[in-house]
């Protein structure tokens, strides 16, 4: 069995153990090919943008000065876009990935639910950005030009707490990230364990 046709087949094997070789091969191939997919896919999402912003320059170059406000409508249009293509793309890496990182985890005698809050905070930052950014580029579009930003202004407050809560979110979901790599990379128990026997015969690392 292949590869492919082995962690495809496995997409929902959470049970046994998985040794560091082709768990990592499995991880390259899939955001190898998650790379590919993004990019094509903000093409499309790139384009459609500058078509709203290129007649607006052409018929006058200062537009998007003098209306800050059509350019912060353009460009929450396009974050509300990319944001829904980042959280089904975290999807299909979860179901891709999952089962084989369990595996990976009880490859060295830990539980698969070390897991859980990296993939959940990266479920919840798509939410966060789309529910952030565009109010926090609405405010800023609301600044006069040359003039600086009202710091107790309302508005400006709450859309700073929100990028406060969405860099908090960041920043969890890299702590978490950082541990599971680390956990991931480990060498496995050698000999069987509390989760089945060692996937390599003999058992050397």
Known sequence: MNLLTRHLTGITDFQGRENRQPFWLWILIVYGAQMVVSMVAMIPIMSNMFESIVPLAQNDPHALDKHPEIMARIIGSMMQQMMVFILIAAV???????????????????????????????????????????RYIAVMAAVKPGSPPDLTAPAFQQASQSMALFSLVNLVGFIFMVVLIVFLVLPGTVGPNRFGDDPLNPPFR
Do not use: E, K
């Open 92 to 134: 299909l890496f979860f179901i891709l990935v999952a089962a084989a990182a369990v595996r990976r985890l009880h490859d060295g005698g830990r539980s698969g639910w070390w897991i859980a809050p990296y993939f959940a905070s990266q479920l919840v930052t798509p939410f966060v950005m789309a529910s952030v950014f565009p």
